[in-house]
């Protein structure tokens, strides 16, 4: 059995790693960050929500294999991710409780051995992307400088939360342009719409930390807003849907787009409603909800392939 102090703070007590894995694959298991795959999803969501919008906009199903593809590079990336970031983060890890625990700074993997499992993610990834219309290697390889950059942004900026969001949704962009071999106005803004839906929900997950933060002498932007982030949150949540609304606008989507549209914006209102700044435990279960909060967005995206009555008047 696992002792309880093995299992990360961040992970659900019944993770698979933890419980099944074997116990020399758990550090590279928990490198990657497979004992929380709540962040798999957030990666992966954008990049298929990217793939809905083309779909719609073009009147067909998204395609499964190519949904596949970006699972597979969204969690090979963030894997890759987590790793680099640990890999620069190591020594302010070692001084917040929520991380000290992570395989580089408790010693179970070697910075030089994280390098490796990073290079070798980052081969598999660019091996699927290489499968993908020129506009999308462009864009995979371009996101580089967004995700080398990120682990720096807490120190030089009160809002790293923002540049996640740039980096994350980034996959909106690769999804569509994989989909299409094309850019446009509908994909710009469901990106826009995922920067600040990123923005929201990693304040809300930042707010685990606010104390260790502050200790380290590092930024984010729960530290920054305060006894005002819940406030702050629900701001950046109704810009998301706003934008969101936009893209599926611009972009023609039919009717059904709505109902499940209007679901994802209350999932988000309730979300800043019941944030508590002081409450760290009930932060993270709100910030892991915005899986399912992605995937009701992506699912309102198909359904806006569906325009009722308007497609049978043009086919007249």
């Not at 990123?198 to 006894?227: H, N």
């Not at 109704?238 to 059904?256: D, S, Y």
Request: with cysteine; net charge neutral; glycine share 10%.
């Amino acid at each position: 059995m696992t002792a309880p102090s093995d299992i990360l703070p961040d992970a659900a007590p019944t993770n698979w790693v933890d419980r099944h894995a074997p116990a020399a694959l758990r550090p590279w298991l928990k490198l990657g960050r497979f004992d929380r795959p709540a962040g798999i999803w957030l990666l992966m969501l954008p990049g298929w929500q990217g793939i809905a919008l083309a779909a719609a906009i073009k009147g067909h199903w998204p395609d499964p294999l190519l949904l596949a593809e970006v699972l597979v590079g969204a969690t090979l990336m963030r894997s890759a991710g987590c790793a680099y970031n640990d890999i620069v983060d190591r020594e302010v890890d070692a001084k917040v409780a929520r991380t000290a625990m992570r395989p580089i700074p408790s010693g179970q993997i070697s910075v030089k051995q994280a390098w490796a499992f990073v290079a070798g993610c980052c081969a598999l990834s660019l091996a699927i992307l290489l499968t993908m219309p020129l506009i999308a290697i462009g864009l995979g390889v371009g996101s580089l400088a967004l995700v080398g950059a990120y682990p720096f942004m807490k120190r030089i900026t009160w809002w790293p939360q923002a540049w996640l969001g740039l980096t994350f949704n980034w996959g909106a962009l690769l999804g569509y342009a994989a989909a299409t071999g094309t850019l446009g106005w509908p994909p710009v803004l469901l990106y826009a719409s995922g920067v600040f839906w990123t923005l929201g929900y990693d304040t809300i997950y930042a707010v685990q930390d606010l104390e260790d933060d502050a200790l380290a002498g590092v930024k984010s932007s729960a530290l920054r807003l305060g006894a005002a982030a819940p406030q702050a949150v629900l701001g950046f949540y109704v810009a998301a849907f706003v934008l969101a609304l936009a893209a599926a606008w611009v972009g023609g989507l039919g009717p059904l787009f709505l109902p499940l549209a209007a679901l994802f914006g209350v999932h988000l209102s309730r979300q800043a409603a019941a944030l508590d700044v002081t409450d760290g435990a009930g932060a993270l279960k709100l910030f892991q909800s915005n899986s399912l909060a992605g995937l009701i967005l992506a699912l309102a995206l198909t359904a806006g392939l569906w325009k009722g009555p308007v497609d049978a008047l043009t086919r007249l």
